[in-house]
């Protein structure tokens, strides 16, 4: 069973590339868990006709009886088995801590059972106690970091390297999400060399999957054949390899807005 974890910045583009890959596998025949790993409860919402409840908003009907988590996911076409873990209500309690407990239930209730892939979406780029819990208590295996060129995402991605050297986690890839800025995937590209890490997939700039997501459609589910899922299903075979043993570096911030000087020249303003 592949088990993998998707960080980077809070609105870079998580979730869409967690519902897009489950799709894409889906499309190859792998039996796929979502999990919303995000107080917003919105990672399934591109697949699920209606905003699925949360474990944390069920936790004591979940602690009755664990089999209440069965009304909690929302099967997609048989293929992947959505679920969100939710958190509590903005500035009260907190969601890290609500996340180690929602998956500490999902193995209680064995939601892994025949699932060939499980893929979880946390939230922003938070890697200190139950955000990093995915990946700390084992449930995730490989890292992926989501990031585009702009500097607040390389921020996050190098905080992100440097958390992970922490814990163990095993950051296996940057998956590159344009925002459609100049020279962006050379600085992508600099940066993943600086810090010893490969770019395993580009997610080019697309007007189309912004549009379809307003009307809570996912581009690889409306267009099997487009340049879009061409791009997630390369992503999902390099995802698929077999793991390889990744030496990251950690660098400073300042290294970071050298890179972006360096390629932009005197476009860049500090």
Same mark, same amino acid.
């Given at each position: 069973?592949?088990?993998?974890?998707?960080?980077?910045k809070?609105?870079?583009?998580?979730? !869409?590339?967690a519902v897009?890959?489950?799709? !894409?596998?889906a499309?190859?025949?792998?039996?796929?868990?979502?999990?919303?790993?995000?107080?917003?409860?919105? !990672?399934?919402?591109?697949?699920?006709?209606?905003?699925?409840?949360?474990?944390?908003?069920?936790?004591?009907?979940i602690?009755?009886d664990?089999?209440?988590?069965?009304?909690?996911?929302?099967n997609?076409?048989?293929?992947?088995?959505?679920?969100?873990?939710?958190?509590?209500?903005?500035g009260?309690?907190?969601?890290?801590?609500?996340? +180690?407990?929602?998956?500490?239930?999902?193995?209680?209730?064995?939601?892994?059972?025949?699932?060939?892939?499980?893929?979880?979406?946390?939230?922003?780029d938070?890697v200190?106690?139950?955000?990093?819990?995915?990946?700390s208590?084992?449930?995730?295996?490989?890292?992926?970091?989501?990031?585009?060129?702009?500097?607040a995402?390389?921020?996050?991605a190098?905080? +992100?390297?440097?958390?992970?050297?922490?814990?163990?986690?095993?950051?296996?890839?940057?998956?590159y999400?344009s925002?459609?800025?100049?020279?962006?995937?050379?600085?992508?590209?600099?940066?993943?060399?600086?810090i010893?890490?490969?770019?395993?997939?580009?997610?080019?700039?697309?007007?189309?999957?912004?549009?379809?997501?307003?009307?809570?459609?996912?581009?690889?589910?409306?267009?099997p054949?487009?340049?879009?899922?061409e791009?997630?299903?390369?992503?999902? +075979?390099?995802?698929?390899?077999?793991?390889?043993?990744?030496?990251?570096?950690t660098i400073?911030?300042?290294?970071?807005?050298?890179? +972006?000087?360096?390629?932009?020249?005197?476009?860049?303003v500090?």
């Open positions: 069973m592949k088990k993998i974890a998707m960080y980077g809070g609105g870079i583009g998580k979730s !869409t590339i897009n890959l489950a799709l !894409t596998f499309n190859m025949n792998y039996k796929v868990g979502l999990i919303g790993c995000d107080p917003k409860g919105d !990672t399934c919402r591109l697949l699920s006709p209606k905003r699925l409840p949360t474990i944390l908003d069920n936790y004591r009907k602690k009755e664990i089999n209440n988590i069965s009304n909690l996911t929302y997609y076409k048989d293929k992947i088995t959505c679920i969100e873990v939710g958190g509590p209500r903005p009260v309690g907190c969601a890290g801590k609500g996340i +180690i407990l929602g998956l500490d239930l999902l193995k209680d209730y064995d939601f892994y059972k025949d699932k060939d892939i499980i893929i979880y979406d946390v939230l922003g938070v200190c106690g139950g955000f990093a819990s995915p990946v208590k084992g449930y995730a295996e490989e890292v992926y970091i989501v990031s585009s060129g702009e500097q995402s390389l921020f996050a190098n905080n +992100i390297i440097k958390g992970m050297s922490q814990i163990g986690g095993n950051v296996q890839g940057l998956i999400n925002k459609n800025i100049e020279k962006e995937f050379e600085i992508v590209d600099e940066f993943s060399k600086r010893n890490i490969p770019i395993i997939g580009r997610i080019e700039h697309s007007k189309r999957i912004p549009l379809l997501e307003l009307q809570k459609k996912a581009v690889v589910a409306e267009f054949n487009g340049k879009e899922a791009q997630f299903k390369k992503l999902s +075979i390099n995802i698929l390899d077999e793991n390889i043993d990744i030496d990251t570096d400073e911030d300042e290294e970071v807005h050298e890179i +972006i000087k360096e390629i932009k020249g005197d476009e860049y500090y």
